[in-house]
């Protein structure tokens, strides 16, 4: 539900963005005589234009945040995991390949001591959304 809230906020966001850039129209030259002074009248002010800026990145900021909060508590518990099968060696040789959701440690380990120990992450494709550039 929290992935569709940001996706909600960013869409209309977008679509503010667009609607204010639309009423604005073609620019407007204030003063013919003087071109070195290119001052362009619009309806939307700078203020508008900064806050929309700072909504949308803060949302990012937001679901960056998220992300790198699940990404560090996964692997954490990996590591737990690998540090629980390197205890249970008990200086012998072995190795082991632990999964939480996406993510893989893999271990190696050679009379007790570990040769191998190496995160890697499988990419998942999110296609929630579908193909944004062909029409179905």
Known sequence: ????????????TALLLFTACSAA????LADD?????????SPISEETVLAILTLVTAVADLRLAEKYS???TRRYALETAGQEFFASLS???GGAVIKLDNMILKIE?????????RYETEWV???ELGNLWIKD
Do not use: F
């Open 109 to 117: 380990a050679e009379n007790g001591c570990p040769v191998v120990w």
């Open 1 to 12: 539900m929290q992935v569709y809230r940001h996706k909600l906020i960013a869409l209309l």
């Open 91 to 93: 200086g012998e040789s």
């Open 33 to 41: 005589t003087d071109l070195s002074v290119n001052k362009v009248t």
């Open 25 to 28: 129209g073609t620019p407007e």
């Open 70 to 72: 699940d990404t560090v």
């Open 125 to 127: 494709e999110d296609d």
